[in-house]
């Protein structure tokens, strides 16, 4: 498992930034932190090295008396989520348990993050909304089956249905991870990161933000400036007259 420092979050939604240079993005704001160090996982007592982290204060009325002896053993206020960070084993030894961990200690702009979260829900679905099949054409004498999924067997061999096949059933509701997302800006005074695009699930989910593990720093794809095309032919045309043959 990759060891890369990361925060828990809420999705509260997406917008638009403007850059420098007038380019227009959407970003994805999301409120990463102040966490909260629960606990320390080390190689001499657990065998790997990890930090425990929780991100949202919960009422103790809605704490039960296992995860009450937990926090308190921390000595920290019930956290609504938790998760563990795999960290290499000198990494850990720079957290202590109590710490406030915010997001600019973690995150700079420009650089790349994964996310981490649940998807939407969409209930029990067909087959030409979970898998965008085509269906059947409603002609004459067709029969109620214009949106089945259609033959799912392949008769006596190998006599079952393959695993995979393309059927109805549950959409959404799914871990997903979105890589390599640029970090377009930290607000520190509101613990807010902004992230280029869009990540999974609603407003409001929760989601882990990672150091990415294929890039740290965001390359973006097109630098020059580009010409705007005539939208008239004969301009079209008389450009590609002009235009130098090539050798």
């Given at each position: 498992m990759a060891a890369r420092m990361g925060l828990l979050g809420k999705k509260l939604g997406m917008t638009q930034v403007f850059l420098p240079d007038g380019?227009?993005?959407p970003v994805t704001v999301i409120a990463t932190g102040p966490c909260v160090v629960v606990a320390k996982r080390t190689l001499e007592n657990d065998k790997y090295a990890a930090i425990q982290i929780g991100f949202e204060e919960k009422k103790p009325a809605r704490t039960n008396r296992p995860e009450t002896g937990h926090f308190s053993k921390a000595?920290?206020?019930p956290m609504q989520v938790v998760r563990?960070?795999?960290?290499?084993?000198?990494?850990?030894g720079k957290y202590e348990v109590g710490q406030v961990i915010k997001a600019t200690d973690v995150?700079?702009?420009?650089?790349?993050?994964d996310v981490i979260g649940q998807s939407k829900g969409k209930g029990y679905q067909g087959v030409m909304k979970r898998h965008h099949m085509g269906g059947s054409r409603n002609t004459h004498g067709a029969h109620e089956?214009?949106?089945h999924g259609g033959s799912i067997g392949c008769r006596l061999t190998p006599g079952r249905v393959h695993k995979g096949k393309?059927?109805?059933?549950?959409?959404?509701?799914?871990?997903?991870?979105?890589?390599n997302l640029e970090v377009v800006d930290v607000l520190s005074d509101e613990n807010?990161?902004?992230?280029?695009g869009a990540i999974p699930g609603a407003k409001n989910g929760y989601v882990l933000v990672q150091a990415a593990v294929k890039k740290t720093m965001y390359k973006k794809k097109r630098t020059e400036p580009v010409e705007e095309k005539?939208?008239?032919?004969?301009k079209a045309s008389k450009a590609g007259a002009t235009a130098k043959p090539k050798k």
């Open positions: 380019e227009r993005i000595g920290v206020k563990e960070i795999r960290l290499a084993d000198g990494e850990v995150f700079k702009p420009g650089t790349c993050v089956f214009f949106r393309r059927m109805s059933g549950h959409m959404g509701d799914e871990r997903k991870t979105v890589q807010v990161v902004l992230v280029r005539s939208k008239n032919p004969m």
